[in-house]
């Protein structure tokens, strides 16, 4: 009995040191994201579950920081060993700046492997966004466009029709249309700078068109010299002298904004892909615009300009892994941007997917109407105040704001741009 009783015991140890190594042995990832939407959240969430109940030995880990707190506070974040192990990124010359600081893992031998296996499910479109000299630094996530969202009882009651709105002259004499019966034309966000910044951005590409932005990238020509920068913070600031926004829009948030927009309190709205739904979020009764009552138009042309209304300006968006990322990480990355996972999420109204074939999801009207325009897009161009990397992009959205605001003239901003860009 005593020695039932040992071996027992002794059973009883090695299964409790057996589940102790297991517990020890599972592999945490990571995850740091920067989404604040409950219904896009609870959507991951349900994806991780699934995923750690398939890999017992992986444990996926969500986190989270508030998006101005993230820009802050990552590249600290980084370089210590609480760094996440895959993390948003936006692309563009902010993640060449993180891959050149070695805290990234180089992705390309990886998804090139077995012929490019896991590169090749992706549109191209989205893989060129996240690398650079050919070299592979996050995996696509989606793509999106900025175009214009309207109120269509408020268009119909001044009497505008959007799909004249083609051209920037037209745009103006709208706006002076729409302050003239009453209402608020745009509600704008200066408060976070950068969503003013879309409209400087635009001007420029439509003006200039891609060999000269492309130019102020490389520092190559006359840079951000070039009199198609001078002259879109020329058109920016008649925009600003009608005075379109709503009153103290220099302080209201992206959030505050799009609230407005979803009350009803403005005409327009220059927002992502995903408006419909984020101006639903913010409204103060949490439903805002009815669908049917939300029209969408593209960026118009400048007459005389080189740019396209095709050429479309907005995110190509990825998940970049830290160099000591555990190999679990990219296994979950798989995963997580499948095709059947990026259908999911299309289906939820969350992004316009990147994985060949998952286009098949996106069922919202609006959504299949951005989702067309970047198809026939003529010149994807990223986000300029991500593009052009963090300290460039700082000054872009600030310059923007005080254009459009009368406080700069716009050759004191393109100087500003060009002793910046000195500066890279």
Known sequence: MYRTALLSGASAIIASLAATGAAQAQTEVRWMHIETDPGYLEVWEDMVEEYNAANPDVNVTMQFLENEAF????????QSDAAPHLFYSWGGGVLRAQAETGVLMNLTEEMMANDGEWSDSYIPASLNGVSFDDEIWAVPYRMGTVSFFYNKEIFEDVGINADELTDWESFLGAVEDIKEAGYVPIAGGGGDRWPIHFYWSYLAMRIGGQEVVDNAKTGEGEGFMHDAFVEAGQELARLGALEPFQPGYLAATWPQTLGLFGDGGAAMILGFENTEQNQRNNAADGEGLASDNLGRFPFPEVEGGVGQVTDTLGGLNGWAVTHNAPPETLDFLRHFTSVERQREMAQAEMIIPVAVGAEDGVED????ESARQLSESTWHQ???????????GRVINDVSVEIVSGN???????QMLADEAMLQ
């Open 365 to 368: 009207p609006l959504l299949q």
């Open 71 to 78: 820009k802050a506070r990552l590249p600290t974040l980084l």
């Open 382 to 392: 990223n986000y300029f105040d991500q593009d052009f990397g963090p300290a460039l």
């Open 408 to 414: 700069m003239e716009p050759d004191q901003a393109v």
